[in-house]
């Protein structure tokens, strides 16, 4: 099996914080697919998975240009997306259902305001 490759893009400039969604494309490799750098805001990453952007996301990964660090914060969007299904009274959407599901119960990280 090939080594898995990190994306290659960091945009240039201030410190961000760039949000990467590793989305499966139903084998076992692994596909990180990077939201737009003008969009890369985390609500933008949130609603662009409850829209369905995604095939089949797996994980959300946060990391900072100027800092340098990295965070999974797949159980804070996680917990995110449900609580917004919660408080509409919808179902979470099916594309994202898998997703939520397997990052509730995990150690839970307050939601992000």
Known sequence: MPARKSPA???YGADQTIYLVVDSFGSREEVYR???FERAELERVIADMLDGVFNNPVGVIAYNTLEHWT???SVAVAAEIQSR???EGQPVPE????FVKS???LARRPAFA
């Open 9 to 11: 893009t960091v945009p």
């Open 34 to 36: 990077e939201a737009e």
């Open 71 to 73: 965070e999974d914060v």
């Open 85 to 87: 299904c919660d408080m």
């Open 95 to 98: 594309h994202v259902a898998d």
């Open 103 to 105: 990052h509730n119960g």
